[in-house]
């Protein structure tokens, strides 16, 4: 069987959304699918194209023996809307000179295309469903345009709001199967179409066995904390550590990463007397090194988004680090029901400061629970492996 991924994120870009992309491509070929993928020249998160991809309108590269087709895109991580949105259709128009590879797509048996962007998704959905007549399999990450609303960014009803609705609702009637990152993303889905076919599909991590990992040692020398992800508008870190003062709570909190409250976020806590301490972007392996250095993390939503679960609550579990949950929903229920954390709601900085008290005065074997309850949802629950050869099996039947 051979299939495409069309998405406007890829390694080697870094961060939840083209690391959960480059883990289903690669899961895919480690179970016996061929898979290519359509995507742009690797810009995220830094809204500039990486150095060797630059001056090109597009390219063929093999990575990890994959063979990714890319497009030129205009790159920005500006917080202009209007800027985002012309990033998105750049991409969602040149990708259609992939469909002057006649023989190419028709050799797809399937094609998974990622939502969001919406725009990109419902461009591809024209594409491949409705011109090429390909069996599409629809990748949705995100509830767009509701998280748009939700988090302040569009208003409900708005011109830009019933635009974006149309465009959802068409890329789920003509999805053959829609995969979703959340339960509740697959009931939004079944809500507007009953009978659709569905696959509930967690962003899920390969991090090999992680009872290997070594868990001692922790907390000796008072609780350090970490975030590695995305400082965007839905984490807003910015408010987070303004609210939190963790030189007072005698806890390091430890940032990786970037985004566009970057600059501001590293204006705050100037040389790390804040006890707040900014280490920069990190390759997959090289952070996985350095996680083995603290002893909980946080993940922060700043309001309640419906069908949002952070991709960080998985990638964490592995390697044994409890979590400091502020969201709600569906994040929240999965972090109570396997006991890997404590959790506030969005925004509530005194209850999150409770918790990292609670984390930093519990007796060891309490803790060690926590390590454990990781752990074994990592293995069962939440096991990559076990999830994709389900999703291979699926998609080839």
Request: glycine content about 8%; proline content about 4%.
């Amino acid at each position: 069987m051979k299939t495409l991924v069309v998405s406007f994120y890829y390694m080697p870009e870094v961060g939840a959304a083209p690391s959960r992309i480059t883990n289903l491509a690669c899961g895919l070929k480690d179970n016996g699918v061929d898979v290519d993928v359509l995507t742009c020249m690797p810009n995220y998160p830094k809204g500039r194209i990486f150095e060797g991809y630059r001056h090109r309108f597009s390219m063929k590269e093999n990575i990890d023996g994959i063979d990714v087709y890319r497009y030129w895109t205009y790159a920005c991580n500006s917080k202009n809307p209007v800027k985002r949105v012309i990033a998105m259709l750049s991409f969602a128009f040149t990708m259609w000179f992939f469909a002057f590879r006649f023989r190419l797509i028709k050799s797809y048996d399937r094609v998974i295309i990622q939502s969001p962007p919406l725009l990109v998704a419902s461009s591809a959905m024209f594409l491949f469903k409705k011109i090429k007549r390909k069996n599409v399999i629809l990748n949705v990450s995100d509830l767009w345009p509701i998280s748009a609303v939700e988090l302040g960014v569009m208003k409900e009803g708005g011109r830009s709001h019933r635009f974006m609705l149309r465009h959802e609702r068409f890329i789920y009637k003509n999805a053959d199967v829609v995969m979703g990152q959340s339960q509740e993303i697959i009931d939004h889905v079944l809500e507007m179409f009953p009978e659709k076919k569905t696959f509930l599909y967690r962003n899920l991590q390969e991090n090999g066995d992680p009872t290997q990992q070594d868990f001692g040692g922790r907390r000796k020398n008072g609780l350090k904390i970490v975030y590695a992800g995305l400082f965007g508008v839905a984490q807003d870190l910015l408010s987070l550590i303004k609210n939190i003062d963790f030189k007072q709570l005698n806890v390091e909190f430890h940032l990786y990463g970037g985004g566009n409250q970057l600059d501001e976020i590293l204006k705050y806590i100037g040389d790390g007397e804040k006890n707040i301490f900014y280490h920069g972007y990190l390759q997959k392996n090289e952070l996985v090194a350095e996680l083995k250095k603290y002893d909980v993390s946080i993940i922060p939503l700043m309001t309640s988004i419906k069908g949002a679960v952070p991709s960080k609550i998985f990638d964490i579990l592995p390697h044994g680090i409890p979590v400091l949950f502020s969201g709600d929903r569906e994040g929240a229920d999965i972090v109570n029901d396997f006991g890997i954390g404590l959790t506030s709601k969005p925004a509530d900085y005194k209850t999150l400061e409770q918790n990292i008290r609670t984390f930093a005065e519990m007796p060891d074997n309490e803790y060690n629970k926590y390590i454990k309850n990781c752990i074994s949802a990592s293995s069962d629950a939440f096991s990559f492996k076990k999830q994709m050869i389900h999703f291979a099996n699926f998609i080839k039947e």
